[in-house]
């Protein structure tokens, strides 16, 4: 009888879990299993660049690709999660409650922005945690030239100093010039509860960070947090009073919820503990990848982070494996011991931390182009790979 594999999620982790045991079950000449992958949308989200302007535009179409690799996907979104009689309820397209029926459950939901309850954040902040929030701010932006001129027109302020409110605020003047002009006097703050500039980042990257904050002209509020938000600006835990018209929320994102549903260990993000398989512990028809996993990178106490870098491995590893575990052949242990990523600091230019490259050269929208376009055909690249090689080489 054949046996059905459901992926939650097309990210990064559940569209790489399904390629990759595609691939597998390929090499075994295995076709009597069902693979398929259940979301919203059929797309790409490319969400760590959600902050640039355009970003309706960063979202690849994921469908013909899995139509090309013998994957089923179904439009909706999951709500419940039933383990122990292995059923999915979700909404399908028409808004209607559907049932879908497991042998293996991959759950790959991803993360959300974690709001916190802070007065004034849900009804008067931005974020830029999905497309749709990130056009939502966009539009705002553009709307500011309608407004007299003002200080608090021409200030922005970033709850939150970690990587997304880094790249957030250090690309806000170029975006806020483009609307405004040139002449605007513009005042972009962000506002973090740590002591120094990028003090949780290591001294290599936070003295490139305090450079290109100099350079772009954002400010930082150290030792402090914003407690109200209002139409007319933000209150601080130090009792300090800031105008602005847009206040962006980076302040960090917790896993899915749907990992509430599943009976485990979780962190205190909301991951479930897996084993160096990505199965979930403790129960044997269920794997987590991306960042609702909290899984090992290496031997030494490291884990996974909640990055796309991290959830395209964890998505190849959680495919093989469990196709693997199907097929009974021998599992590949998830390891990542090297993370390197690219910081992009704005007009600045960009930061590899790990190699500590500097691009400086490259930046503008000349740059934004070009990683657009890197993007592109980066994502066309892999699919031709895919298909060329009969998928052997995901892993």
């Given at each position: ?5 459901l992926?939650i999620?097309?990210g990064f ?9 595609t691939r597998l079950?390929?090499?075994h ?5 069902e ?6 949308q059929?797309?790409?989200?490319v969400?760590?660049r959600f902050?640039e302007?355009?970003a ?7 469908g013909e ?5 013998g994957v ?9 999660i039933?383990?122990?009689q292995?059923?999915?309820?979700y909404i ?6 559907q ?5 293996k ?6 993360s959300?922005?974690a709001?916190p ?18 056009v939502?701010?966009?539009?705002h ?5 309608n407004?007299p001129?003002?200080q608090?027109?021409?200030?922005v302020v970033v ?8 790249e ?5 003047p170029t975006?806020?010039?483009a609307?405004?002009?040139?002449r605007a006097d ?7 509860r740590g002591n120094k500039v990028g003090?949780?980042?290591?001294p290599q ?6 450079e290109?904050s100099v350079?772009?002209g954002v ?20 009792g300090q009073?800031i ?9 960090g994102v917790?896993?899915?919820s749907l990992?509430?549903?599943i ?5 205190h ?7 160096a398989h990505?199965?979930?512990?403790g ?5 987590a ?7 090992a990178?290496?031997d030494i106490?490291n884990h996974?982070l909640?990055?796309?870098?991290h ?5 190849r590893h ?5 196709a693997?575990?199907i097929?009974?052949?021998e ?7 090297k ?14 931390p ?7 050269s490259?930046?503008?929208r000349r ?17 031709l790979?895919?298909?060329w090689l ?5 892993l």
């Amino acid at each position: 009888m054949k046996q059905h594999i459901l992926v939650i999620g097309a990210g990064f982790g559940g569209m790489w879990t399904a390629l990759s045991a595609t691939r597998l079950f390929d090499i075994h000449g295995h076709d009597d299993v069902e693979v398929t992958v259940l979301a919203p949308q059929a797309e790409l989200r490319v969400r760590p660049r959600f902050y640039e302007p355009n970003a309706h535009q960063l979202a690849a179409p994921i469908g013909e690709l899995f139509d090309a690799v013998g994957v089923k996907f179904i439009k909706g979104a999951a709500e419940t999660i039933d383990v122990a009689q292995k059923r999915v309820g979700y909404i399908d397209a028409a808004g209607e409650k559907q049932v879908a029926i497991y042998d293996k459950l991959v759950l790959a939901t991803g993360s959300r922005l974690a709001v916190p309850g802070t007065p004034g954040v849900a009804e008067h902040a931005f974020d830029v945690d999905q497309i749709e929030q990130a056009v939502r701010l966009e539009n705002h932006l553009k709307s500011l030239v309608n407004q007299p001129e003002s200080q608090a027109r021409n200030t922005v302020v970033v709850a939150g100093g970690g990587f997304t409110g880094i790249e957030t605020a250090t690309e806000m003047p170029t975006r806020l010039r483009a609307i405004l002009g040139d002449r605007a006097d513009i005042n972009v703050i962000i506002v973090d509860r740590g002591n120094k500039v990028g003090g949780s980042m290591g001294p290599q990257i936070a003295e490139k960070i305090v450079e290109a904050s100099v350079a772009t002209g954002v400010k930082w509020h150290l030792n402090a947090s914003v407690v109200a938000v209002d139409e007319q600006g933000v209150t601080l835990s130090d009792g300090q009073r800031i105008d602005t018209k847009t206040v962006v929320w980076t302040t960090g994102v917790r896993a899915s919820s749907l990992t509430e549903q599943i009976p485990a260990e979780r962190d205190h993000l909301g991951r479930l503990h897996v084993d160096a398989h990505l199965k979930v512990i403790g129960l044997d028809d269920v794997y987590a990848t991306g960042d609702v996993a909290y899984a090992a990178s290496d031997d030494i106490g490291n884990h996974a982070l909640m990055t796309c870098q991290h959830a395209i491995m964890l998505g190849r590893h959680a495919g093989n494996n469990v196709a693997a575990q199907i097929l009974g052949v021998e599992p590949t242990p998830y390891r990542q011991p090297k993370y390197v990523t690219c910081l992009d600091l704005g007009a600045w230019g960009r930061f590899i931390p790990r190699a500590g490259i500097v691009r400086s050269s490259c930046s503008g929208r000349r740059a934004r182009n070009s990683r657009r376009k890197s993007t592109r055909c980066g994502f066309t690249r892999r699919w031709l790979i895919v298909q060329w090689l009969g998928r052997q080489r995901i892993l």
